[in-house]
């Protein structure tokens, strides 16, 4: 415990005296953890939609304009044997039609240029959980697709499937950017901390002379290091949340319109502490490169 607060209370005197050159490596980290924490604010949000739209995921029958009511029953009749579904409704052509110039009035003058009806009706179904776990919902979009009188199926599935691969596709991009800038940092934070080391050669050579231990030697450059990352994580966390704040207070209608209704929510604790964590890693690797140019010479052993 004497090594720990020694360590803490000598970094902390040392990073005052070169508050000037330890500025650019806390900003260095802070940077560095914006842009992941960006990343996982904007993966965040996209994942917390997909599992809304997942959970309301469902697929819908079209039917054929010549399909009979018999046709009909049938499809009807092999959706509730599937145990696939947790509720259906079947929209008429009529109902089509009313639903596309109510949800896109702007395009509604589109379907007035046409002599008949251009939407087919449909049976539109509410999957069930389990149903999506275990598979059965493609079975039945598959047989579905072959039934008489089906003119075609869209499975929801599908394209929140490409979201999902797209998210992980940019989700992986943006973390090897981050990886970069965090090593740029944790380079920083080396470079500021061997300052701190030089202006303390006497001081070390003495401790050497008088057999003080590494970790009254090391100590203090890691924690120089840990508090920089520290506080370059709270800047950052800091910064997201008020760019968060502006973004909503300017585009928030445009986030809601993109976002299902919902606004840009900040990240939860547990990424933030797992950020903040992550800041004082990178400063403390930093300080600990710079401490082995600490390390007693042999001859002084």
């Not at 509720?87 to 002599?115: I, P």
């Not at 090593?183 to 202006?199: K, M, S």
């Not at 203090?220 to 800047?235: D, K, M, S």
């Amino acid at each position: 415990m004497r090594a720990i607060e020694y360590a803490f209370r000598q970094g902390a005197a040392s990073l005052w005296r070169s508050r000037g050159a330890g500025v650019l490596a806390i900003l260095a980290i802070a940077l560095a953890l914006v842009v992941l924490g960006s990343l996982l604010l904007l993966t965040w949000n996209v994942e917390q939609l997909l599992a809304r739209w997942t959970a309301a995921a469902e697929f819908s029958i079209y039917l054929a304009d010549q399909a009979t009511s018999e046709q009909r029953g049938a499809i009807e009749a092999v959706i509730d044997q599937s145990g696939v579904s947790a509720g259906r409704e079947y929209v008429s052509k009529a109902q089509a039609l009313t639903r596309f110039r109510r949800e896109f009035a702007e395009l509604a003058v589109l379907a007035e240029g046409f002599d008949d009806n251009p939407f087919p009706a449909s049976i539109e179904v509410r999957v069930a959980p389990a149903a999506e776990r275990d598979g059965r919902v493609d079975a039945l979009v598959r047989q579905a697709v072959t039934l008489p009188g089906v003119a075609d199926v869209r499975y929801d599935r599908d394209w929140l499937a490409r979201i999902g691969g797209g998210l992980e596709t940019f989700r992986a991009a943006g973390l090897a950017l981050a990886v970069l800038m965090g090593v740029a940092a944790a380079v920083t934070v080396a470079t500021v901390v061997r300052l701190g080391l030089y202006a303390r050669k006497d001081e070390l050579e003495i401790m050497e002379l008088v057999g003080a231990p590494l970790a009254f030697i090391r100590g203090p450059f890691v924690a120089e290091g840990f508090l920089q990352g520290g506080i370059g994580a709270t800047l950052a966390i800091i910064g997201l949340w008020m760019g968060l704040a502006v973004a909503n207070a300017w585009w928030g209608p445009d986030l809601q319109a993109l976002l299902d209704g919902q606004n840009l929510r900040f990240l939860p604790v547990r990424l933030c502490a797992y950020l903040v964590l992550g800041g004082m890693c990178v400063g403390s690797a930093g300080g600990l490169v710079a401490a082995w140019q600490a390390a007693p010479s042999p001859a002084s052993r």
